[in-house]
Nanobody
């Protein structure tokens, strides 16, 4: 009922910047929070940044002061601006969202569901 589509990954040199986007579409009433995770080869998936519907943000210590998460509620889209990239930022980045999904079976009804994007690869060369 809801899809998350990421874009913006690619190859960049250390010190460079990339901007990731994640657009949610479908039977969305609203989105509680959106966040970005990443998973490097051989590592567990880790939380990078999170933003609530009110704009409150949290970051992993490893990306503070380098990455900025933002969202456009009207477009159901979140962005991750990544600056001063380091080789250790190399990973597949996943968008995640907790969504209130419109339940078409009933009037003015919804349910909460968690969704993931397909991932976008970020490679930072040294």
């Amino acid at each position: 009922q809801v899809q998350l589509v990421e874009s913006g990954g690619g190859l960049v040199q250390a010190g460079g910047s990339l901007r990731l986007s994640c657009a949610a579409s479908g039977l969305i009433r609203d989105i509680n929070y959106m966040d970005w995770y990443r998973q490097a080869p051989g590592n567990q998936r880790e939380l990078v940044a999170k933003i609530t519907s009110r704009g409150t943000t949290t970051y992993a210590d490893s990306v503070k002061d380098r990455f900025t998460i933002s969202r456009d509620n009207a477009k159901n889209t979140t962005y991750l601006q990544m600056n001063s990239l380091k080789p250790e930022d190399t990973a597949v980045y996943y968008c995640h969202a907790e969504v209130r999904v419109i339940d078409t079976r009933y009037t003015d009804s919804y349910y909460r569901e968690s969704y993931w994007g397909q991932g976008t690869k970020v490679t930072v060369s040294s």
